[in-house]
Structure formats: C-alpha cells, structure tokens
C-alpha cells in the first residue's frame, strides 16, 4: 500500500474529523426519490419526479395476468425481479435498522418498499406454482433507446415453478417479503400479514423445488443478471429473514443445514453470503444466541477481508481511498458492503463487543469510519470533487446511461421517439441530460479514480436500484449523527 494511502486510512481508522460534513439529510431524501424515476405501471398523484409518464401498462398481458408496477432495474426499461427484490430487501433491512433516524423520509421509504411489493405479491400469488420474476425481453430492449413511456418492445413474461425452478429468485422474493414485513407491521397489520403469509410460501417453494433460475431461462437472464453464485446464498438469505420475522426454528435448522460456508469478500445482488450471516450475528450479539455463533465468526471474517490496515484484507482501494472491488458498476458492492460495516457496527456497539483481524483490534468505530469515508467519497469527497449521486452537490454526472433521462419527457416532446430513433439523437449526443434523475447513484470512477461522464460507458455511468437500496441505511444512520 503507498505511503500516502497508508497515512489516510490511518486517519479514516483513527477516526479524526473532516473539515464539515456532506449534507446527508439531502442525499437520504434524495437516495429514496430516485425509486420514482424507475418505477413502471400507473403513478401515483403524488409523483414528484414529473418528467416521468405512465409506462408497461399491459406488463403481464402476453401470460394473461396483470404484473403492472415494479421498477425498471437501471437504464433499460425491463423488470428483473433478481435485483428488484434484492434492492426491495435492502431498503426494508435499511428502514428496520435507522427508520428511527429517518425523520421525514420514513414515509417515503415505506412507499418506495411498496411499491415493489406490490408487484412481487402479484408475481407470486397469481397462478399456483407459478412465480413471475420478470417483464420484458432484454435483448430486444438493450437493442433500443426510448423511453418507457413509448416502449414498443415484446413485454414477454418469465416464470419459475416446479419444473424450472429458480431457488436464487425465489430465495430472495421470500427475504424481500419477510423483511418488508417487518417494516408494516405496526403501521399496516393486515398488509403485514400479507407479505408475510406470501414470504412463508415463496420459501417453501425455493427449499422444494431446488435449481438455479438462470438454468431454466437462460439467455432471458443471463449475461444481465446470471445467478454466478448459484443458489445456496438465497436459500440462506431467505431463510434468515424468515426466521427473523417469524421467530419459527425450523429457518434456523434448514439454513444450519445447508452447509453455505465458503468464505466471501463481496455482497451483492448476486452473493447475499455475507448479509444473512450480519443479519443472523445479530441474535449473536445482541441476543447472546450460540446457535448462530459461527455466523458470528464468518461475518467478522468477512469484515477482516474488507477493512485496508487487516492481514488478511482482500479488498482494494483506490489511491483516493474508494473500496474497488469490479470494474463495472463498482459503486454497487461499495454502497452494499457500507451497509455491512454500518450494520454490523450497531449491533457491535449493541453488545460493546469488539473484535481481532490478527494482531488489529476492531471497534464499531472503526467500521463506522470506514462506512463513512465510502459514504463521504461517493457524495463529492473524492480527487474529482464528484458527487456520484445525480442532483446532489454542484459536481455531478450529466450524462447518465439511463434511457429516461436521456431523452425528453412526453411533456415537452409529446410524440412517440421509436427504437431506434433515440441514438442518434440522445445517446450518443455529448449533450446533457434532459431530465434529472434525482438520488441516482451511478456505477461510479474506474481504479484510477477517474470518470468520463460518457452515456455510452454504461460501466460506470449507469444506475441502478440496488446501488440506491444499499446507501439508503447509511445515510438514514449518517443524518441522524452529524448536523450539516
């Protein structure tokens, strides 16, 4: 590691104060605001990301069921159900954990988490032994830029059941479900019991019928969202949630089983190995519950990998001090792995617990201020002085890879722009974006801390829920703990 590196993540570790804070109170409202600018379906009167239009009004049509609503995942105009229900998962984990810090943005979280549950109960409640897990044909879709509102492309609908199974998919419906159940139980009991009775069945699904999703719809999902990790981490995800909301020790006994302990240095969309072993270390710490004591281990494992100064880190940062793990849309496992490190740093604080990579003693405060300098990089204090989230600062990526954006809304462009008429007129255009898609974090910098700012470099210029769902907690814990 350089020397000067060295020296600011010394500083980082050690906890000494920057000159002034980001505004986190703005970047928390403005994170859950992005939510509106990808949903898809009839909006609300309440839309206040206006340049937006009603779009997919037919999704679900072409299987004669109705699968309105959802979110488009990034840039495209198609809905995964993978990434949505992860990005779903998130949001919920980050209003049970800091909705207390909220404030104001509680409401809007809620809302945010609805609207894909909404959509997720249609997708698993609909047909028996059915689960929809996405609309839209994504090669025919990538083969167009237009936005959503004049979507012209085959809406085809994809499925898993018994014969084509889809653990991975299904695994992660369940731990959506349960975890946003959590977060209406006291506010909407009976819309509580729903998700939760939904939850309960999804899973009993993804532990029956085992199989990966990508092995039954191939090319519908793969190369976009591939299930590279196999299976095994969703079952473990899911079972957790489950357990978490139900209390029932038979998610206790079948995640015990499964027997998912290959070590990890990531977590993502695709590898949830690390979250469900945070979330149960949860009841090791603050529940003083042995039976998940391994999980313990495995998650401080994990955070031993991830911290720069341990022995047995594996993680990269750049020489602005950005965790770089992949080259495209790295920012995704940054705002995810922020999470962990907050996460784990509350319950940590919970039980006054601390603990050892090697010889280096670990402290909540020393998750905490790592968590806090990804937060702090990706919202301006960075060499480019760039904020990556769109609308926040003075400095902030114009020319986002996002097919909304990037060309006139159906208010001041009223006709129809077809597949392939947006190109050359709004991709590959050095112009500005159009509209603001306020909140939206991008993929973000290469290695070298650089970004270019090019539509066409979808790598690091491209949006996505899930990028969002993960900085929300942080932030919420952030505005709650530093006035701005």
């Known amino acids: ?12 570790l050690l906890g000494c104060p920057s000159q ?20 898809s379906g009839r909006l609300p009167t309440g839309q206040q990301m206006s340049w937006r239009s009603n779009s997919g009004l037919s999704d679900g049509s072409l299987a004669r069921v109705d699968l309105t609503g959802g979110y488009y995942d990034a840039g495209d105009n198609v809905k995964f159900n993978f990434p949505m229900a992860f990005a779903t998962t998130m949001l919920s984990w980050g209003t049970l954990e800091y909705g207390k810090r909220m404030g104001p943005q509680l409401q809007n979280s809620r809302a945010a988490i609805r609207w894909a549950t909404d959509y997720l109960i249609k997708c698993a409640t609909t047909t028996p032994n059915t689960l929809y897990v996405g609309v839209g044909d994504p090669t025919a879709d990538h083969k167009c830029w237009e936005r959503p509102e004049d979507m012209d492309t ?3 609908v994809y499925s898993v059941s018994p014969r084509n199974p889809g653990s991975d998919v299904a695994g992660e419906t369940a731990a959506a479900l349960a975890a946003a159940s959590m977060v209406f139980r006291k506010v909407d009991p009976k819309y509580s019991r729903l998700l939760l009775a939904t939850a309960k069945k999804v899973m009993q699904f993804a532990m029956q019928y085992r199989g990966a999703y990508s092995d039954s719809l191939g090319s519908a999902v793969c190369p976009f969202y591939c299930s590279y990790s196999g299976y095994k981490d969703e079952l473990l995800w899911g079972a957790a949630w489950l357990w978490r909301a139900t209390n029932d020790a038979s998610y206790l006994n079948f995640l015990q089983s499964l027997g998912a302990n290959d070590a990890s240095d990531i977590f993502s969309w695709d590898n949830k190995l690390a979250g469900a072993r945070v979330l149960l270390s949860r009841r090791a710490l603050i529940g003083n519950d042995k039976r998940v ?3 313990k281990q495995q998650a401080e494992d994990f955070m031993c990998r991830i911290l720069p100064n341990s022995p047995s880190s594996s993680t990269s940062y750049t020489q602005g001090g950005l965790m770089f793990k992949l080259a495209e849309s790295n920012l995704q496992y940054v705002t995810s792995i922020t999470f962990l490190l907050s996460t784990y740093a509350k319950y940590m604080t919970a039980s006054k617990h601390t603990f050892n990579c090697g010889s280096v003693r670990v402290s909540s405060t020393t998750l905490r201020n790592l968590a806090k300098q990804q937060v702090d990089y990706i919202l301006g204090e960075n060499p480019l002085k760039m904020s990556y989230m769109v609308g926040f600062g003075a400095n902030f990526p114009k020319r986002i890879h996002h097919r909304g954006a990037s060309i006139p809304s159906k208010a001041s462009h009223p006709e129809a722009i077809g597949c392939d008429s947006g190109f050359q007129s709004f991709f590959y255009t050095s112009n500005p974006n159009p509209n603001i898609l306020t909140g939206a974090i991008v993929g973000g910098p290469n290695q070298n801390d650089g970004f270019p700012d090019e539509r066409t470099d979808y790598s690091h210029s491209e949006p996505a829920t899930y990028i969002n769902a993960a900085i929300v907690g942080p932030l919420a814990y952030l505005a709650g703990s530093y006035s701005s």
């Open 1 to 12: 590691m350089p020397l000067v590196l060295f020296f600011f993540f010394t500083l980082v």
């Open 20 to 39: 002034g804070h980001p505004n986190y109170k703005d970047a928390l409202a403005k994170s859950i605001l992005f939510f509106q600018g990808q949903r």
């Open 154 to 156: 085959v809406r085809t």
């Open 293 to 295: 004591e391994s999980f």
